[in-house]
């Protein structure tokens, strides 16, 4: 590799699993509960299972779901990632109030999974 990607700081941020409804989701996220002791926390489409899951409440992104990877700088890590041959769709690019990119989805899945970056906060 000829390039130095450690300074992106790629990790792991969550997991999202796609359940068909809220009802489904609801179960899922119930039962990481009750096997890990993980904490919840809904929003209006998901719900967090101790923020390294996101089970959605309706199918979304991705056939299995979506991975999410954080990173450093988002826009340096888009253009290497663009670089290695990844596309992204633009229109699931999602901006802060100062219009700096926070989240954008690669076009393609990976494993049945839609990749996504997020700035690290």
Known sequence: MDKDI??????????????PDAEEA???AELLTKLFGFKQRETSG???????????????????GHIA?????IEE?????????VEFDESTAKYDEAGK????????DIAGFRFHLTARN
């Open 26 to 28: 609801k179960k899922t």
């Open 46 to 64: 998901s719900i967090f299972s101790n923020e390294q899951f996101e089970i959605m409440k309706m199918p979304f992104l991705g056939r299995l």
């Open 69 to 73: 990877i954080r990173t450093s700088y």
């Open 6 to 19: 450690s300074k992106f700081n790629f990790e792991l941020a969550h997991v999202g699993i796609n359940e």
């Open 101 to 108: 990119l926070r989240i954008i989805y690669f076009k393609e």
């Open 77 to 85: 890590a888009k253009k290497y990632l663009e670089e290695q041959g």
